[in-house]
Every structure is written in structure tokens, then in C-alpha cells.
């Protein structure tokens, strides 16, 4: 599996446990494990809701207007991936990051997703310390 089909595995992921409300590890688990998904994906999901709280307070820092409850479901779960990969997996360039999330704001999301999004990580990516 790709790295972007990987990142679409886990949109979808974020976007379901986001809907449910549970973002507990054992439910977690049983999603990712009903999903037939490899221990890669399974353990970056788990990285992600374990982090959640620091990832979402980090976008509502940069939100103008806003409040993370009020992002739509699909442009929230695209920010909190991406800014886990900006914040924990720095091995990834900054750009790829958000040229993908991009992408996927614009295929998942609504028709001036990809703007807002862009704005939020170009601002969170400021913030930690990864310009663009």
C-alpha cells in the first residue's frame, strides 16, 4: 500500500470515529480490525486518537472565526491527519503534507474545502517550527 492510499485509509477511519464519538483504544481497535487493516495503519490510527486533544488543540489556535467542533467532519479528520504527520512524523517533507492533504480536502470535501485547509496548516506548520 502507497503512503496516499494509506492516508486515505485513515481519513475515512478519523472521519467514522469522529461521527461515532469514540476515539477509545479498544474501539479503535475493533474498527480498524473489522476494516481488515495492516498493524501499520492500526498503529498510526491509535497515534492519532491517543493525540487528538494536543491535534486539535493545535488547529484551534490557528482557527479564525472558528471552533474545531464547527470544521465539517471530512475538513477536521483531513487537519488532524495531516497535522499529525506535521508535528510527529517529520521525516515527512512539510510540503508533501499539505499538498496532500490539499488533495484530499478537494476530493473528500466541500467545493472551498482545500482553501480553508490550506490556511490552517500553513499557520500550524509556522507555528511548529516547519516553514514553508
Known sequence: ???REE??????????IDILGDYGESSVRQFAEKNGWD??????????????VTID?????????WTVPRIAVV??????????E?????????KVVIS???????????????????AVLDAIARQIGRSV
Do not use: C, H, W
Not at 100 to 118: L, R
Open 39 to 52: 498493524q501499520i495503519t492500526v498503529d498510526k490510527l491509535l497515534a492519532i486518537a491517543a493525540k487528538r
Open 86 to 94: 506535521l508535528a510527529y512524523e517529520q521525516q515527512t517533507p512539510m
Open 100 to 118: 496532500e492533504a490539499i488533495e484530499m480536502a478537494k476530493k473528500y470535501g466541500a467545493k472551498d474545502s482545500f482553501q480553508f485547509v490550506n
Open 1 to 3: 500500500m502507497g503512503k
Open 7 to 16: 492516508r486515505e485509509r485513515l481519513l475515512r477511519a478519523l472521519y467514522s
Open 57 to 65: 488543540e493545535s488547529i484551534a489556535q490557528n482557527l479564525k472565526g
Open 75 to 84: 475538513d477536521r479528520s483531513v487537519l488532524r491527519l495531516a497535522v499529525y
